[in-house]
């Protein structure tokens, strides 16, 4: 069993950055790590995902050259670097663990979950 629980969300300016970060408890070194976000009456959607060796990402077009996703295998944690931040990346950020990175949350549902920490991004 995983358990993945979120931390560093919080209210920063437009412009500003903070830094997500996840704990996991359980094995995961074999599992792809992702980042999904959901604002206030849209679904939840794709933010960034590293694969099992940390060797591959990919970003959601809207995060894409902001965002930058890593994970340390050692402690467990992957971390998400959010630079030149936007109101609209106001969100509830999830942390999750997929199988392959290929098709995470698109093709495929995600194994686990973390319970999500809020971003607020002011105007």
């Known amino acids: 069993q995983v358990q993945l629980v979120e931390s560093g969300g919080g209210l920063v300016q437009a412009g500003g950055s903070l830094r997500l970060s996840c704990a996991a408890s359980?094995?995961?070194?074999?599992?792809?790590m992702a980042w999904f976000r959901q604002a206030p009456g849209k679904e939840r959607e794709f933010v960034t995902g590293?694969?099992?060796?940390?060797?591959?990402?990919n970003y959601a077009n809207s995060v894409e050259g902001r965002f930058t996703i890593s994970r340390d295998i050692a402690k467990n944690t992957v971390s998400l670097q959010m630079n030149s931040l936007k109101p609209e990346d106001t969100a509830v950020y999830y942390c999750?663990?997929?199988?392959?990175?290929?098709?995470?949350?698109?093709?495929?549902?995600?194994?686990?979950w973390g319970q999500g920490t809020q971003v607020m991004v002011s105007s």
């Open positions: 590293i694969s099992w060796t940390g060797r591959n990402t």
């Open positions: 359980g094995r995961t070194s074999n599992y792809a």
């Open positions: 999750a663990a997929c199988r392959s990175l290929t098709g995470c949350g698109i093709t495929q549902p995600p194994n686990y």
